[in-house]
């Protein structure tokens, strides 16, 4: 029987918020360094606010018992 330690880590991604002044749609979008802004309806959209989005994973890690070998 293997024992493991199991836990969760919560990363936290940048996103974006655009507004379109034609279709007052909003859209959201990872935000990435150098990305031009957004464009919808064929004219760019407006930046209204920024927020982190939390991205949690699970990690299982398989622990070792004293007769186990390297």
């Known amino acids: 029987m ?25 859209r959201h979008r990872k935000t990435v360094k150098g990305q031009l802004s957004a464009v919808c309806c064929g004219q ?5 606010t920024h927020y982190e989005q939390p991205i949690p994973f699970a990690v299982s890690e398989p622990i070792a018992g004293p007769d186990a070998g390297p």
């Open 2 to 26: 293997n024992d493991s330690i199991e836990y969760e880590i919560v990363n936290w991604e940048a996103c974006e918020v655009w507004h379109s002044s034609i279709c007052k749609r909003y």
């Open 44 to 48: 760019p959209a407006k930046l209204v």
